[in-house]
Nanobody, 122 residues
């Protein structure tokens, strides 16, 4: 069972990216999904989470109004739409899945992807 992220890349400040998280070997419909990000040398921080049916959504304060999390359980995929990107959004972005927890505590997630890099720079 694994998660695979994609969609990262280089974008200018103010630009947009959409990250995808696809599951292989298991279905996502019973899992909460969360996005985290990490800069080398710093702790991993929660960005956004969405419950298994999409009814409960959480955002970190610094991405509210700019990022949107969504999911399509029929396709076993979750998304993170990122708009108005800032240089401080530069990081490796990871998705994670849990059947027991919805939120932004990384220690509560047991299944992780390998990450996709986002670089916001002129």
């Amino acid at each position: 069972s694994q998660l695979v992220e994609s969609g990262g890349g280089l974008v200018q400040p103010g630009g947009s990216l959409r990250l995808s998280c696809v599951s292989f070997g298991f279905t996502l419909d019973r899992h909460a999904i969360a996005w985290f990000r990490q800069v080398p040398g710093k702790e991993r921080e929660g960005v956004s989470s969405i419950s298994s049916r999409g009814l409960t959504i959480t955002y970190a304060d610094d991405v509210k109004g700019r990022f949107t999390i969504s999911r399509d359980n029929a396709k076993n995929i979750a998304y993170l739409e990122m708009n108005d990107l800032k240089p401080e959004d530069t990081a490796n972005y990871y998705c994670a899945a849990s059947t027991l927890y919805t939120g932004l505590d990384a220690s509560r997630y047991g299944t992780w992807g390998q990450g996709t890099h986002v670089n916001v720079s002129v």
